[in-house]
């Protein structure tokens, strides 16, 4: 005899599908402002609907890239944590940044291993 389901309970079981990246980039052991920098470089080499992965270890990653797809027009589509480590999937929704890169060539050149975290 079959248990009692409970009133609102799913009647078939949960499947969860993975989302499977296009590209990934490590940005763990870097601190802000250097994982946006480095997803919004990413970002450029996506056409529109595919998806990009950046795993960080930096807390304020998660504000951050809530604040950054928002402005940026592209869609988060899955934020986990795993311990320290936060999983951000980010599909490219338009392929036109709104806002020039002005501060890459300065920004390059303090992105060396004294910005890590380790």
Known sequence: MAAPSRPGAPTDPVVTQSIA???SIDCIGFFCPIPILKIREAMKSLVVGQILEMLSDDTSSDPDMKSWAQRMGNELVEISRNGAVYRFLV??????????????????AVTGGRLRNN
């Open 21 to 23: 990246p296009d590209k």
């Open 91 to 108: 599909e490219q929704v338009r392929y036109d940044q709104p806002f020039p890169d002005r501060h890459s060539s300065s920004l390059r």
